[in-house]
C-alpha cells in the first residue's frame, strides 16, 4: 500500500547532469566524449543549422517552386447557407460574426459567397460580396453592405 513513508521517485527522473572533463575515472575525461580531432572536437566550433558534414543540405537538396505572396490579404468566407441556419437574425454587423462563431476573431476580413439560399430579409455587413451572393441578398429582400467602403453621399 502506497503512502508517504515509501513514496519514490519514478525511475531515471532524479538523473543527473552529465559531468565531463573531471578525470579518467569519471569515463568522460582526456577527450570529454567529443573523440579526436575534426571540427567538432574543438573549443569555439560552431556550424549552420542543418549542416550535414558537407553533404549537400537538405534544404538545398529539395525543389523550390512559386512564391508567397506577402502582401495577400486573407479573407474570412462566410457562405449564405450558414447564415440562413442562424434563424431571427435581421442585422449582421462586424462584431457578430465572432460571436455567432462564423469568424475566428472580430478583426477578420470577412467575404460573403453565395452557396446556399436566403429565406428571410437580412441586413449583412461584410468586407467583399461575390455577384451571387449579393442577388441572393438583394432578391430575399435584404441589404448588403460592404464595410470600409465610402458611404454614398445623401442629397
Known amino acids: 500500500m502506497k503512502n508517504l513513508s515509501n513514496l ?3 525511475k531515471n527522473a532524479n538523473t543527473g547532469r552529465k559531468r565531463v572533463g573531471r578525470g ?3 569515463g568522460m575525461g ?7 580531432k575534426g571540427q567538432r572536437s574543438r573549443s569555439g566550433s ?7 558534414g558537407g553533404q ?18 486573407e479573407y474570412t468566407v462566410v457562405n449564405l447557407d450558414r447564415i440562413a441556419a442562424l434563424q431571427s437574425i435581421t442585422e449582421i454587423t ?5 460571436k455567432l462563431g462564423l469568424a475566428s476573431s472580430k478583426k477578420a476580413l470577412i467575404k460573403i459567397l453565395g452557396s446556399g439560399e436566403l ?3 437580412v441586413t449583412i455587413h461584410a468586407h467583399k460580396f461575390s455577384k451571387s451572393a449579393q442577388e441572393k441578398i ?16 445623401k442629397a
Request: charged share 25%; no cysteine.
Open 56 to 73: 549537400m543540405p537538405l534544404h538545398r537538396r529539395l525543389p523550390k517552386r512559386g512564391f508567397t505572396n506577402i502582401f495577400r490579404t
Open 94 to 98: 462586424q462584431e457578430d460574426y465572432k
Open 24 to 26: 579518467m575515472g569519471s
Open 119 to 121: 429565406t428571410s430579409a
Open 138 to 153: 438583394e432578391k430575399a429582400g435584404g441589404k448588403a453592405i460592404v464595410l470600409g467602403a465610402p458611404e454614398p453621399a
Open 46 to 52: 560552431h556550424m549552420m543549422r542543418g549542416f550535414e
Open 8 to 10: 519514490r521517485a519514478p
Open 30 to 36: 582526456k577527450t570529454s566524449t567529443r573523440g579526436h
